[in-house]
């Protein structure tokens, strides 16, 4: 059965235990945790602290997990930041896997200069998945990688690249991020499931329309033609509701995005009875 999900990053101005009950109060399933969550990250990431908040919460077990990316390239032309970067995504399974989590998201990386990837960023690209190749060996969780926007750097932005790192490494899986491919078109969308849905281990869900990405979902035509490729496909895993909140008009309370996402959940339950 699908799970209802939402990156803790909504509530990122919020102390980790309020994070995981106002995620029960908006009644969804579980939760996604950003490791770059502000009250985990700054204080040097305390694990204890977060698998105090699991256990506090037993019916979100298992999470899922993404990866540190704000200000990281594993692919970067600067060795140093490439090194930290691995570094991170690396600690990064070994915190998903103490805190029980099922699927781990990681990030591609991207050539640094705003031209297409060429042979030294997929060779960095290569040793970063290498890494995560060895460090994954022996572990429950799940290491999925995520397809970015249609942009010139982009490694991993078409349907067809994702299939073929894929077909490249049995162990690895893929998170479908629906706003990045949408950006591009529904079909595009489409095409990620069709080609991917042996290896799909989570979705992030959010709306793109107009250039803007992690837009709300209630009510989207769109959004319900791709959930119900998505069941289709027979995807039975975690969706995760990844929604920008700085797109809103205001900044939103507590009690105003749990409302919100209590919303958003209802469309979703509706699509998929």
């Known amino acids: 059965m699908v799970r209802l999900a939402v990156s803790s990053m909504f509530f990122h101005e919020y102390p980790l235990g309020e994070i995981f009950d106002m995620v029960a109060e908006a009644e969804l399933d579980t939760l996604e945790f950003w490791v770059e969550t502000p009250h985990f990250w700054l204080r040097e990431q305390p694990v204890p602290e977060l698998c105090a908040c699991i256990e506090a919460h037993p019916g979100f077990s298992p999470l899922t997990v993404h990866a540190p990316i704000l200000d990281l390239n594993p692919c970067s032309i600067n060795p140093k930041v490439a090194v930290v970067s691995v570094h991170y995504t690396i600690a990064a399974v070994e915190l998903a896997e103490a805190a029980g989590a099922d ?36 572990k429950r969780v ?26 490249q490494e049995p162990w690895l899986w893929f998170t479908l991020d629906v706003s990045h491919a949408m950006g591009e078109s529904v079909e595009e969308v489409f095409s990620y499931i069709d ?36 069941a289709d496909a027979g995807f039975d895993g975690t969706i995760t ?28 339950r509706s699509l998929f009875g």
């Open 195 to 230: 080609l991917c849905a042996d290896r799909l281990a989570t979705v992030h869900l959010g709306k793109a329309d107009g250039g803007a990405m992690h837009l709300p979902v209630n009510g989207s035509s769109r959004i319900a033609a791709v959930l119900h490729h998505i």
């Open 103 to 138: 699927v781990l998201t990681v990030h591609p990386g991207r050539r640094t200069a705003k031209r297409p990837p060429s042979a030294p960023d997929y060779h960095r690209f290569d040793l970063y998945i290498r890494k995560l190749d060895d460090a994954v060996q022996g």
């Open 142 to 167: 799940r290491v999925a990688i995520e397809n970015m926007e249609r942009k010139v750097n982009s490694l991993l932005c078409t349907p067809e690249a994702v299939r073929e790192i894929l077909d």
């Open 241 to 268: 509701f990844e929604i920008e909140d700085r797109n809103f008009d205001h900044d939103l309370s507590s009690e105003e995005k749990i409302l919100f996402l209590r919303d958003q959940a209802g469309y979703v």
